[in-house]
């Protein structure tokens, strides 16, 4: 990051400084190290991602490569330079298992062993929910990078169970660039009201992720007028014929099933679910989980998938920046599949500490850093980054949610449709909201 102008106003100009380190890169780590003349001290980032089962271990590896990839950049580009020396920056990734208890252990680990001085990554809810009290405790900046449960940044500006808001404690040293639950079950909902759904059964996942998530979807469809039924299943499930015989024996088919699970679990039930006739089927509609974009995954786990819904979160492919194009190249490099948006953000939310970092002219003031993260103005690989709401802008207005305070405003959230067996997934659909749409349709109707 060498030469990263301080001046919040001008770091609009980010993305083009981020492309002059890609080009840096190409050097290679030895000539980093030749022309920089790296300070001694070391700055040190923790990461937070699944690595193991229960946990989504797709997501975690995707988010360790993010990681990897963007402190590869960063000292490409000489690494963070605070008072006229350039630190190196490394990062130290701990495995949650997408266990509330093992990413607690985790985080403190970071902390307290590593001396990490900001955090990013996790990609589960429950871990979110479970760590955010820790990392406030500890005054650790800390982005969360992939979490959806609304709590995460709302808990900053109210009460949440039972305790205050982080805001009233003087500073709140959470922030979160994921879409919360709330926006992303809006995008889902608005799309099979417009399909005319009256009938809908959402299974949801038995953890802090599918629980809020579903009771959102499931609010916004009552209000449409749509019957809900929610079904419970627990991660690292096998077997769901028993849950989805319930669904078989009902007298009349669905409208849709929607699917609140992650992981290679939503895969299996995703394949079952077709394998038995019920959906994707001409009478209901599959929306299956957001992970079906990794195409190759996909359909190797899921052969009979075709026609199946998904929501993206994150840039649509046709409209990747210059940094995210270099990226979906690296990726599909390393893994011979597309880019997946959990990478994009786990690469970013490292940009996002290192260049609050640098403004604030300290690793190791985290009060500083804070303070520069709410004024951040920079654009990566999803595009421009700000945070609209924080100690810098405190009141949020009436009709705002209090999930906006510390929360980057304007994700994007797309709903995707497969139409062709073994279909890339840059191939597959965009068919909500409107404005985004490569098909000229909202839903490609089974076997047309």
Same mark, same amino acid.
């Given at each position: ?90 990062? #130290? ?25 900001? #955090?990013?990554?996790? /990609? ?19 982005? /969360? ?87 419970? #299943? ?85 409209? /990747? ?5 270099? $990226? ?10 597309? +880019? ?28 500083? #850093?804070?303070?520069? $993260?709410? $004024?951040?103005?920079?654009? +990566? ?7 609209? /709401? ?35 997934? $840059? ?22």
């Amino acid at each position: 990051m060498k030469n990263l102008p301080r001046d919040t106003k001008m770091l609009s100009r980010g993305l083009r400084i981020v492309l002059c380190l890609l080009v840096a890169l190409i050097a290679g780590a030895t000539y980093a190290d030749g022309h920089c003349d790296f300070a001694e001290e070391t700055v040190r980032l923790g990461g937070v991602v699944p690595l193991s089962s229960p946990g989504s271990v797709t997501g975690g590896i995707g988010m360790q490569w993010g990681f990897e990839q963007a402190i590869a950049d960063i000292n490409a580009g000489c690494g963070i330079q605070i008072d006229g020396a350039n630190h190196r920056l490394e990062i #130290i990734v701990a495995d949650s298992e997408g266990v509330s208890e093992y990413g607690q252990t985790a985080l403190e680990r970071l902390i307290l062993q590593d001396n990490a001085r900001g #955090i990013v990554g996790f /990609y589960h809810s429950a871990v979110g929910l479970a760590t955010m009290g820790m990392v406030q405790r500890y005054q650790i900046p800390t982005i /969360y990078a992939h979490p959806r449960n609304d709590q995460i940044s709302a808990a900053g500006y109210v009460e949440f169970e039972g305790k205050p808001s982080r805001r009233s404690q003087g500073v709140d040293y959470v922030f979160r660039i994921s879409p919360p639950s709330s926006i992303v079950g809006k995008v889902v909902t608005d799309w099979l009201v417009a399909q005319g759904v009256a009938d809908v059964v959402i299974i949801i996942e038995n953890t802090d992720y599918g629980h809020p998530a579903g009771a959102a979807e499931g609010a916004h469809l009552e209000r449409a007028g749509v019957h809900v039924e929610q079904l419970e #299943i627990e991660l690292g499930t096998e077997d769901f014929v028993p849950i989805l015989s319930r669904i078989m024996a009902r007298p009349e088919p669905l409208d849709a099933i929607r699917l609140l699970v992650s992981g290679e679990t939503s895969y299996n039930l995703t394949q079952q679910m077709a394998e038995l006739g019920i959906a994707p089927s001409a009478d209901t509609i599959c929306v299956t989980n957001h992970l079906a974009f990794q195409s190759v995954q996909y359909w190797n786990t899921v052969p009979d998938g075709n026609y199946c819904v998904f929501e993206r979160v994150g840039t649509v492919p046709g409209q /990747y920046n210059d940094l995210a194009a270099e $990226l979906d190249r690296r990726y599909l490099e390393d893994f011979g599949d597309i +880019l997946v948006s959990f990478a994009m953000e786990a690469y970013d939310s490292v940009w996002l500490m290192a260049d609050a970092m640098q403004r604030a002219g300290s690793y190791t003031d985290a009060e500083a #850093i804070v303070a520069a $993260l709410e $004024l951040t103005d920079i654009e +990566l690989s999803q595009g421009r980054y700000y945070f609209t /709401y924080g100690s810098h802008n405190p009141e949020l207005p009436p009709d705002v949610p209090a999930y906006m305070w510390h929360q980057w405003p304007v994700p994007v959230v797309t709903v995707l449709q497969y139409f062709e067996e073994g279909q890339n997934g $840059l191939d597959a659909a965009v068919i909500w909201p409107e404005e985004y749409q490569t098909h000229g349709t909202d839903y490609f109707e089974v076997g047309s």
